[in-house]
């Protein structure tokens, strides 16, 4: 069983360029998130699906968008990348005893 | 809204020695309380959780943590700690529809030989 898996694991990228991270779970968890990670603000919420065909915003949804089209795939889309979006993005899902899981992670870098 | 805070940034802690990390929330309802360990470049893992019921929370890895609502706080412990140990720390809470996390800025352990 591989859990979450995040592709890519970093990436550099031009600004104002549009990128994708992909999250893929085998769980088959309802619910799906998607957190930056910041040196000295620990993990902030961009976006969450309670089920495919659902999602709803976090904390720093700006500049990002997401979709749910089945169960197992929660992508995250930025769609003209800017110098502050640099940081490492985790994607989780949570288990029914309300348990995360969390992804490798993807090192993104926005010049 | 629901808001975490880890007071301890940094903890130096010598190998064999107890320590305790700090976390405080802040909430008008329920919450379901949690730590998470995350070893460099890599991401977060389960140490413990809260949801009902006693208090004290046993967790992997000889850690536990109280729960104490007049407080306000979920401290988490150790009684012993070794060089593995080494890693940051991250309190969350997750309250109301428990469809939201939040976690705090996060502690880094640094164990010493």
């Known amino acids: 069983i591989a859990g979450i898996t995040q592709a890519p694991t970093s990436q550099i990228l031009a600004a104002g360029r549009r990128m994708t991270l992909r999250c893929t779970q085998d769980m088959r968890h309802n619910a799906m998130y998607w957190y930056r990670q910041d040196l000295g603000l620990g993990l902030r919420l961009i976006h969450y699906s309670n089920t495919a065909g659902t999602t709803g915003k976090g904390e720093v949804p700006d500049g990002y968008s997401v979709s749910r089209a089945n169960t197992d795939d929660f992508p995250l889309t930025l769609a003209s990348a800017v110098p502050s979006q640099t940081s490492v993005y985790f994607c989780a899902s949570k288990s029914s005893t309300d348990t995360q899981y969390f992804g490798p992670g993807t090192r993104l870098t926005v010049l | 809204a629901q808001s975490v805070t880890q007071l301890d940034s940094q903890v130096p802690v010598f190998e064999e020695a107890p320590v305790e990390l700090r976390c405080n929330y802040s909430?008008?309802?329920?919450?379901?309380l949690f730590w998470y360990v995350q070893y460099p470049n890599q991401g977060l893992q389960l140490l413990l959780k809260y949801l009902s019921g006693s208090t004290l929370v046993k967790g992997i890895n000889g850690f536990e943590a109280e729960f104490n609502k007049s407080q306000t706080s979920f401290h988490l412990r150790k009684p012993s700690v070794h060089i593995s140990d080494t890693a940051e720390y991250f309190c969350a809470v997750s309250a109301g529809n428990f469809n939201k996390f939040y976690f705090g800025s996060g502690t880094k352990l640094n164990v010493k030989p």
């Open positions: 909430s008008s309802v329920s919450v379901y």
